[in-house]
């Protein structure tokens, strides 16, 4: 199985901080790589596919980047509604396999 | 609008068993490969099981393999998991999930998803 981490775990940060957050495969995984928020109580929403497209309806400060084993999700400015857990998944292949997630706090 | 509706959740005894639903619309719902993926308490995301659009490829973890079953009625717009022989490390909240853009469950992001239905597994 591919294994994904995350960096940091946890990580606190200011309204209007940019921010990046690593996810890191443990194999090549070209770029089938994609990033999910998820705030408490809530499922899970999808932001980036494919390691840099940006779902739609989903604001242009997040973006993502990065193939092969190495990626990174980043939010220009970081806004009120976006302190969350935001997690990574590899859909190179079965078993799917996320990141143990990153948690977006208020500093 | 997309939705996703999980029912079939509840209060179990190991070694016994479960079948979750998931009831799809606002979409053609034959089109899309399926998805389950469960969240323990407090800990993040696994991945479940994942079905073609037509039920001729499907895919398990290792952790549910031989147990659980995934299968889907098109006719329906449902899709379903049957849960087997569960163990207290199945307690979670089941979330079901559409494919992003493919009939097929290879190479596939989840978007989107149920709210989820919870299985608890306790004597």
């Known amino acids: 199985d591919i294994q994904m981490t995350q960096s940091p775990s946890s990580l606190s940060a200011s309204v209007g901080d940019r921010v990046t957050i690593t996810c890191r495969a443990s194999q090549s995984i070209s770029s089938y790589l994609n990033w999910y928020q998820q705030k408490p109580g809530k499922a899970p929403q999808l932001l980036i596919y494919?390691?840099?497209s940006l779902q739609s309806g989903v604001p242009s400060r997040f973006s993502g980047s990065g193939s092969g084993t190495d990626f990174t999700l980043t939010i220009s400015s970081l806004q009120p509604e976006d302190f969350a857990t935001y997690y990574c998944?590899?859909?190179?292949?079965?078993?799917?396999?996320f990141g143990q997630g990153t948690n977006l706090e208020i500093k | 609008e997309v939705q996703l509706v999980e029912s079939g959740g509840g209060l179990v005894q190991p070694g016994r068993s479960l079948r979750l639903s998931c009831a799809a619309s606002?979409?053609?719902?034959?089109?899309?490969?399926m998805h389950w993926v469960r969240q323990a308490p407090g800990k993040g995301l696994e991945w479940v099981s994942g079905i073609s659009w037509n039920g001729g490829s499907l895919g398990y973890a290792d952790s549910v393999k031989g147990r659980f079953t995934i299968s889907r009625d098109n006719a329906k717009n449902s899709l379903y998991l049957q849960m087997n022989s569960l163990r207290t490390e199945d307690m979670a909240l089941y979330y079901c999930a559409k494919s992003g853009g493919s009939g097929t469950y290879y190479n596939n992001w989840f978007d989107p998803w149920g709210q989820g239905t919870l299985v608890t597994v306790s004597s």
């Open positions: 606002g979409f053609t719902f034959d089109d899309y490969a």
């Open positions: 998944q590899q859909s190179y292949s079965t078993p799917y396999t």
């Open positions: 494919a390691a840099s």
